[in-house]
T-cell receptor, first 113, second 111 residues
Framework: AQTVTQSQPEMSVQEAETVTLSCTYD???????LFWYKQPPSRQMILVIR????KQQNATENRFSVNFQKAAKSFSLKISDSQLGDTAMYFC??????????WGAGTKLIIKP | EPEVTQTPSHQVTQMGQEVILRCVPI?????FYWYRQILGQKVEFLVS????????KSEIFDDQFSVERPDGSNFTLKIRSTKLEDSAMYFC?????????FGPGTRLTVL
């Protein structure tokens, strides 16, 4: 079965600190994308960062970066210099068949002032 | 920047009624999806749609649900005979290849 696991239900850090959210996945696809989505209190789903599995280089988007370990099927998200606006639920997702997404359960991230 | 839009933002309905949730995907996208998220739970895949037909559906997507692309721009999710447990956020998404862009969601409340 294709699964995505986020083992941290909730995390809390001080503003400006760095935080890493973990994600492991299992997919039978040969080529796939991995994603981190942010869901703020508005409950909108916002794409934070994506990684193509065939690329060895870790994706980076400003303060957000990933540590992609393909052999270990691990895809963690690092947020540097965290800001109050980063407070949200973060969902890790991986492609299943037909480009549908398989979702993790989410990590609630709280940035404290 | 193109975006996926959804209407209404919030729909309240009585149990047993039919609802239609509407989505306008990004215009050059070929794949369309519906997901739902029951409050406090993980996001669940409902259905994917390509070339005017369902390409994949989950076990949640039973005969109560249907999707349609009636006019080449809108993508609708119809829920017949709504139940209390259908209360959730429903997200539409579209993609060209690979990367899904989500709409803001429709909050469905079944009373």
């Amino acid at each position: 079965a294709q699964t995505v696991t986020q083992s941290q239900p909730e995390m809390s850090v001080q503003e400006a600190e760095t935080v890493t959210l973990s994600c492991t996945y299992d997919t039978s696809e040969n080529n796939y994308y991995l994603f981190w989505y942010k869901q703020p209190p508005s409950r909108q789903m916002i794409l934070v960062i994506r990684q193509e599995a065939y690329k060895q280089q870790n994706a980076t988007e400003n303060r957000f970066s990933v540590n992609f370990q393909k052999a270990a099927k691990s895809f963690s998200l690092k947020i540097s210099d965290s800001q109050l606006g980063d407070t949200a639920m973060y969902f890790c997702a991986a492609h299943g068949s037909n480009y549908q997404l398989i979702w993790g359960a989410g990590t609630k991230l709280i940035i404290k002032p | 920047e193109p975006e996926v839009t959804q209407t209404p933002s919030h729909q309240v309905t009585q149990m047993g009624q039919e609802v239609i949730l509407r989505c306008v995907p990004i215009s050059n996208h070929l794949y369309f999806y519906w997901y739902r998220q029951i409050l406090g739970q993980k996001v669940e895949f409902l259905v994917s749609f390509y070339n005017n037909e369902i390409s994949e559906k989950s076990e949640i997507f039973d005969d109560q649900f249907s999707v349609e692309r009636p006019d080449g721009s809108n993508f609708t999710l119809k829920i017949r005979s709504t139940k209390l447990e259908d209360s959730a956020m429903y997200f539409c998404a579209s993609s060209e290849v690979g990367i899904l862009f989500f709409g803001p969601g429709t909050r469905l409340t079944v009373l």
